[in-house]
C-alpha cells in the first residue's frame, strides 16, 4: 500500500528526485517494481519541502493520481530545496477524506507518512487510541490509519521523545495491537531522515555527489542502493545512515546497533513500548 520517499542533502527541483528518474514516485504510481500489496498507488499524492530560511515545509496535496495532475509537473520542474517528503496513495480503505488523507501529514517543522496499513482497522487500535489526549484525537486530519498512527508519534514527539525513540515505540504499540501490521514510517525534520521497515520493502541510497534518499523502492538502478532489513530502525543524515534492529514487542531485550552501519551520532535509546 503507498510508495513514498525522502530526501535530505543539496538542493535539488522536486522534478530531479520524483519525476525524472526513471522509476521516480511519478512512475512508481501506476508501475512499481517492488510493491507487495497493491499494483496501482492513485488514490491520492502529496509532496511536502523545505524553503530556504523556513523550517516549516510547505505541502502540496491532492486526492487524485500523481500523473493527473499537470499543475504539479509544472511545480516539480522549478521548486527547489534541499529536503522533502513525497508519497503517492493506494487505500487500505475507500473513505471521504480527499487529500487529507494523503501524505506527507505535518505539524510544526516535520513532515510524516505511512507505508503500510494497521491490521484489523479501525478497532484494533481502540485501546491505543485512548492513550491520546482528547484534542489530539478530535483534530485528526484524516479517517484514517495512518493518520493515527502519526497521532502516536506525534505525541511522542511533543512529549520530548527523539525522532528514532518516538517512530520505534509507535511502531511497537502498534504491532502488539495490531499483529501483522504493516509500519513502514518516514519522517523527517528536513535535516535528517527517520524510517521503519516493518513488513515491508524500504530502501536507501547515499548518494556520491552529496545527499541521502529513503524509498519504498530505488528510483533507477544505482548499484549502490541497499535493502533495509525487516524489522529495522533507520536514522540518516546527509552524509550517514545508521540502522538499529527493532525487536518483536514480545522481545524485552534492547536493541542494539547492526555491525557495520553507517556511522552516525549514536544509536537512539529504545525503550520498551508505552501502553
Given at each position: 500500500?503507498?510508495?513514498h520517499?525522502a530526501?535530505?542533502?543539496p538542493?535539488?527541483?522536486?522534478?530531479?528526485?520524483?519525476?525524472?528518474p526513471?522509476?521516480?514516485?511519478?512512475?512508481?504510481?501506476?508501475?512499481?517494481r517492488?510493491?507487495?500489496?497493491?499494483t496501482?498507488n492513485?488514490?491520492?499524492?502529496?509532496?511536502?519541502?523545505?524553503?530556504d530560511?523556513d523550517?516549516v515545509?510547505?505541502r502540496y496535496?491532492?486526492a487524485g493520481?500523481?500523473?493527473?495532475d499537470?499543475?504539479?509537473?509544472?511545480?516539480a520542474?522549478?521548486?527547489?530545496?534541499?529536503a522533502?517528503l513525497?508519497?503517492?496513495?493506494?487505500?487500505?480503505?475507500?473513505?471521504?477524506d480527499?487529500?487529507a488523507?494523503?501524505?506527507p501529514?505535518?505539524?510544526?517543522?516535520?513532515?510524516?507518512?505511512?507505508?503500510?496499513a494497521?491490521?484489523g482497522?479501525?478497532?484494533s487500535l481502540?485501546?491505543?487510541s485512548r492513550?491520546?489526549?482528547?484534542q489530539d484525537?478530535l483534530?485528526?486530519?484524516?479517517?484514517?490509519?495512518?493518520?493515527?498512527?502519526w497521532?502516536?508519534?506525534?505525541a511522542?514527539?511533543?512529549?520530548?521523545?527523539?525522532?528514532?525513540?518516538?517512530?520505534?515505540d509507535?511502531?511497537?504499540?502498534?504491532?502488539?495491537?495490531?499483529?501483522d501490521?504493516?509500519?513502514?514510517?518516514?519522517?523527517?525534520?528536513?535535516?535528517?531522515?527517520?524510517?521503519t521497515?516493518?513488513g515491508?520493502?524500504?530502501?536507501?541510497?547515499t548518494?556520491?555527489?552529496?545527499?541521502?534518499?529513503?524509498?519504498?523502492?530505488p528510483?533507477?538502478?544505482?548499484p549502490?542502493?541497499?535493502?533495509v532489513?525487516?524489522?529495522?530502525?533507520?536514522a540518516?543524515?546527509?552524509?550517514?545512515?545508521?540502522?538499529?534492529p527493532?525487536?518483536?514487542?514480545?522481545?524485552?531485550?534492547?536493541?542494539?546497533?547492526?555491525p557495520?552501519?553507517?556511522?552516525?551520532?549514536?544509536?537512539?535509546?529504545?525503550?520498551?513500548?508505552?501502553t
Open positions: 500500500m503507498c510508495r520517499v530526501y535530505v542533502g538542493q535539488e527541483t522536486l522534478g530531479r528526485l520524483l519525476v525524472e526513471p522509476h521516480g514516485l511519478h512512475r512508481q504510481s501506476w508501475a512499481p517492488h510493491q507487495r500489496y497493491g496501482v492513485a488514490d491520492g499524492f502529496g509532496v511536502g519541502w523545505y524553503a530560511g523550517p515545509p510547505a496535496r491532492r493520481p500523481i500523473w493527473a499537470l499543475s504539479f509537473a509544472d511545480l520542474r522549478v521548486v527547489r530545496s534541499t522533502l513525497a508519497a503517492v496513495r493506494d487505500a487500505t480503505l475507500s473513505g471521504a480527499a487529500e488523507a494523503a501524505a501529514f505535518a505539524a510544526g517543522t516535520w513532515l510524516f507518512s505511512h507505508n503500510g494497521v491490521r482497522w479501525p478497532g481502540a485501546s491505543v492513550t491520546l489526549p482528547h484525537l483534530s485528526l486530519e484524516a479517517r484514517n490509519d495512518s493518520a493515527l498512527v497521532a502516536l508519534v506525534l511522542r514527539l511533543r512529549s520530548g521523545d527523539e525522532e528514532g525513540q518516538a517512530m520505534a509507535t511502531v511497537l504499540e502498534v504491532a502488539a495491537a495490531a499483529p501490521s504493516r509500519l513502514n514510517l518516514l519522517l523527517t525534520n528536513g535535516d535528517t531522515i527517520t524510517a521497515a516493518w515491508d520493502a524500504l530502501w536507501y541510497l548518494r556520491p555527489g552529496g545527499g541521502t534518499v529513503v524509498a519504498s523502492e528510483y533507477d538502478d544505482d549502490h542502493w541497499q535493502e532489513p525487516d524489522r529495522t530502525l533507520l540518516a543524515s546527509r552524509t550517514d545512515v545508521l540502522l538499529t527493532l525487536k518483536e514487542p514480545t522481545d524485552a531485550s534492547v536493541p542494539s546497533p547492526t557495520g552501519s553507517a556511522r552516525a551520532a549514536g544509536p537512539p535509546s529504545l525503550k520498551e513500548p508505552r
